[in-house]
């Protein structure tokens, strides 16, 4: 069975902190993708991996495609990046997500 | 850059009333999908299209939801009748769907709640 967990499910740092968002898949997922999703907004897609790390600004996510992890880094947080952080995975051939539960990232001034 | 549309952005309706909401994919993209994403949960996929043909709608309540896709465009999901546990958000992503190109492009949403 396709699985993504996902954790912290809750987060709490102040501005300015390093703050890491962690995410195991199993077997079967080809691509990880990172999404933001903002109270009662819609979802943005942050990130598409399949392999190594890529940096957006203040994000970078890395993917270890043995240990099956991957992990989403926010530098210098600031009161706007909170929101909701989701991984989902994605089997190819399908075209379907699969979910983690999201982690709630408040970052305090 | 193109998005995903959506419209309404809100709905209020009573239950037992009929409601719709409308999603125009990003043009070209071949995939489409519903999700409907209760308050503090993840996205539950309702229905995927390929085209104008379902792919998947295995978690849709068939008793009072439909979707369509006629054209394989721009896309409706109905509710008939609504009742008070479909308050929600109810997401339209699309995604180019040919092989490799499977990321997802989400549209900012319905948020519907049902009186």
């Known amino acids: 069975k396709n699985e993504v967990e996902q954790s912290p499910q809750n987060l709490t740092a102040q501005e300015g902190e390093f703050i890491t968002i962690n995410c195991s898949y199993s077997v079967g997922i080809s691509a990880l993708h990172w999404l933001q999703q903002h109270p009662g907004g819609g979802i943005v897609s942050l990130f598409m991996?399949?392999?190594g790390k890529k940096k957006h600004g203040r994000l970078i996510a890395t993917i270890n495609i043995q240990e099956k992890h991957s992990s989403l880094h926010i530098t210098a947080s600031h009161p706007r990046d909170s929101a909701v952080y989701i991984c989902a995975g994605s089997t190819s051939g399908t075209y379907k997500y699969i979910f983690g539960t999201g982690t709630r990232l408040k970052v305090l001034a | 850059e193109a998005e995903v549309a959506q419209s309404p952005r809100y709905k209020i309706t009573e239950k037992s009333q009929a409601v719709a909401f409308w999603c125009d994919p990003i043009s070209g993209h071949a995939t489409l999908y519903w999700y409907r994403q209760i308050l503090g949960q993840g996205p539950e996929l309702l229905v995927q299209?390929?085209?104008?043909?379902?792919?998947?709608d295995s978690q849709l309540p068939k008793d009072r939801f439909s979707a369509e896709r006629l054209k394989g465009v721009d896309s409706t999901l109905k509710i008939q009748p609504a009742e008070l546990g479909d308050s929600a958000m109810y997401l339209c992503a699309s995604s180019p769907g040919t092989r490799g190109a499977y990321e997802q492009y989400f549209g900012p949403g319905t948020r519907l709640t049902v009186t």
């Open positions: 299209f390929q085209d104008e043909s379902v792919v998947d």
């Open positions: 991996l399949s392999s």
